[in-house]
Structure formats: structure tokens, C-alpha cells
């Protein structure tokens, strides 16, 4: 199993940026990707953007394509989404999680959650 902890979220204008950070533990490589995610009040858990551990292949949501940039450290024990340009409609909790699977976008196929973080960006 893996254990996921988010950090770096807070208040923002827009345009600004904010980096977020998913600090992974436990048995990372039996997870193939990572991913992040978020939800706005009212709304369903969206997909954001995704990486695998082992080779680093990336994908995003066309709504943060040129905007946001997934990445994982050397260490390969943290993931991180830098996010640029940010808009008020970025504002949600953002959620990091593991799948097994590869390169998927589908909420349901990610089975460890990490607690969140909230982005706040105003206008």
C-alpha cells in the first residue's frame, strides 16, 4: 500500500502560482501512476493531470494543458503539480492518488486518496 499527503495549497491571486507537493511512503513502485485531481464545492472530482512512477510519461486535462506541469523528484518519493496562470475557476480541494494502472484519468480507478489541499485563487 501506498500513503499520500498533499501540501502546498493556499490563497492566490489570479494568475499567480502555487506548487503542490504529494508526498508518497509506503510501497511506491506497486503504483504505477500518480495523479492529481480536485473538486470545487457543488462539483464532481475532476481529473487534473497524471504521471507514472516508473518512466515519467505525463498527462493533463486540456482545461491545464500549458498551465500546470506534473513532475516527480529524484528521490522518486514526491510528486509535484506546478501550477502557473491560475484562474478563479482552478479554486478547489486538490487531491493527489495512486492506481495501479497505467495513465489513466478515471476517478474510479485510483484507489489511495490523499487527504487534499485547498487552492483558493481570487480575482
Known amino acids: 500500500q501506498v500513503q499520500l499527503v498533499e501540501s502546498g495549497g493556499g490563497l492566490v491571486q489570479t494568475g499567480g502560482s502555487l506548487r503542490l507537493s504529494c508526498a508518497a511512503s509506503?510501497?511506491?513502485?506497486?503504483?504505477?501512476?500518480i495523479g492529481w485531481f480536485r473538486q470545487a464545492p457543488g462539483k464532481e472530482r475532476e481529473f487534473v493531470a497524471a504521471?507514472?512512477?516508473?518512466?515519467?510519461?505525463?498527462y493533463y486535462a486540456d482545461s491545464v494543458k500549458g498551465r500546470f506541469t506534473i513532475s516527480r523528484d529524484s528521490a522518486e518519493s514526491t510528486v509535484y503539480l506546478q501550477m502557473n496562470s491560475l484562474k478563479p475557476e482552478d479554486t478547489a480541494v486538490y487531491y493527489c492518488?495512486?492506481?495501479?494502472?497505467?495513465?489513466?484519468?478515471?476517478?474510479?480507478?485510483?484507489?489511495?486518496w490523499g487527504q487534499g489541499t485547498q487552492v483558493t485563487v481570487s480575482s
Open positions: 492518488a495512486a492506481t495501479p494502472k497505467r495513465s489513466t484519468v478515471v476517478t474510479g480507478d485510483y484507489e489511495a
Open positions: 509506503g510501497r511506491i513502485f506497486s503504483w504505477y501512476t
Open positions: 504521471i507514472t512512477w516508473s518512466v515519467s510519461s505525463t
